[in-house]
């Protein structure tokens, strides 16, 4: 069985930074793309970024400039570090894996628990 354990949150003040962290467990070959995505109190989930296992990105608009996303395949591990925090980035983030290569089967996408991130205007 395959998790992923995020770590990291926590309270920060407008303007400052974090980093979180996403380590996936379990007999694993290979992961496709990880990824964050990030819910706010009564608002849907939405994309935060994506990195594949060659190292392409993908980010939300709204983080551009801003956050960066970067894995060790050696570890299994995303990373989604956040600068200039804003009191609109505050939210549930969750790790996603899409694609996971195990001994025993392909998982097609995998969700981590949530990390909060709270930023203090």
């Known amino acids: 069985q395959v998790q992923l354990v995020e770590s990291g949150g926590g309270l920060v003040q407008a303007g400052g930074s974090l980093r979180l962290s996403c380590a996936a467990s379990?007999?694993?070959?290979?992961?496709?793309?990880m990824g964050w995505y990030r819910q706010a109190p009564g608002k849907e989930r939405e994309l935060v970024a994506t990195i594949t296992s060659g190292a392409s990105t993908n980010y939300a608009d709204s983080v551009k400039g801003r956050f960066t996303i970067s894995r060790d395949n050696t570890k299994n591990t995303v990373y989604l570090q956040m600068n200039s925090l804003k009191a609109e980035d505050t939210a549930v983030y969750y790790c996603?894996?899409?694609?996971?290569?195990?001994?025993?089967?392909?998982?097609?996408?995998?969700w981590g628990q949530g990390t909060l991130v709270t930023v203090s205007s």
């Open positions: 996603n894996a899409d694609r996971v290569y195990t001994v025993v089967k392909v998982y097609i996408e995998v």
């Open positions: 379990g007999s694993i070959f290979s992961i496709n793309a």
